[in-house]
């Protein structure tokens, strides 16, 4: 079954820390993986965007990696302000039966505290 | 330029009604989604237009259905409307309907079933 599982569920960190979020897929085939950020009661808006090709890719203070092969994938953020609260989804589209799909993971809730 | 709008912003209605929810790409923008999120979970794919024509279906009963015009805009009907279909409607448009294209939200449409 393809699926996209996020963990943390929810995080709460101080302003000024970093934090790593997780997203581990089992989305059979892949073309890419995508990081979004959504604020309460808004649209997500997109972070990174990465093919099988790519390990890494940076957005500021924002800093995904991926594994094809462990289909592991990780958002880093560096520096967190208050702002960063918010939802964090992975998302992996590919083709699955002969139609381009794309799979959300549920999101991390990151929580900055001052 | 202009997001993408959605329209309406917010919308009540009763079980076994049907309900049209529509959507303006980014001007140039090809390529129109549509995704469900339940309130506390990430979006689901519902179904992606190009060019007029379907190209990506996610798992979703024949009551939902949806259709790209000529100038790309989208609406998204949902028939014999249930209590399990009370969410927040996301578009998303993006320039193509494949590969690793930015796609950019709306701010949704709030349906409430009663």
């Known amino acids: 079954k393809n699926q996209v599982e996020q963990s943390p569920q929810s995080l709460i960190i101080l302003e000024g820390k970093n934090c790593t979020l997780q997203c581990n897929y089992t989305v059979s085939p892949f073309s890419n993986l995508r990081w979004y950020k959504q604020d309460t009661g808004r649209g997500p808006v997109s972070l990174t965007i990465m093919t099988f090709s790519e390990n890494t890719k940076s957005n500021g203070r924002y800093t995904a990696t991926l594994d094809a092969d462990t289909k592991q994938s990780s958002l880093h953020i560096t520096a967190s302000q208050l702002s960063d609260s918010a939802s964090y989804i992975c998302v992996v589209s590919g083709v699955m039966d002969s139609s381009y799909k794309l799979i959300f993971g549920s999101g991390t809730r990151l929580l900055v505290r001052p | 330029d202009a997001g993408v709008t959605q329209s309406p912003t917010h919308l009540i209605k009763t079980r076994g009604q049907h309900v049209t929810l529509r959507c303006s790409p980014i001007?140039?923008?090809?390529?129109v989604s549509w995704y469900q999120q339940v309130l506390g979970q990430g979006p689901q794919f519902i179904f992606q237009y190009y060019e007029k024509e379907e190209r990506g279906r996610g798992n979703f009963p024949d009551r939902f259905s949806a259709r790209q015009f000529p100038n790309y805009s989208s609406e998204l009907n949902v028939n014999a409307l249930l209590l399990g279909d009370s969410a927040l409607y996301l578009c998303?448009?993006?320039?193509?309907?494949?590969?690793?294209?930015?796609?950019?939200f709306g701010p949704g449409t709030r349906l409430t079933v009663t």
């Open positions: 001007s140039g923008h090809k390529s």
């Open positions: 998303a448009s993006s320039p193509s309907g494949w590969g690793n294209y930015e796609q950019y």
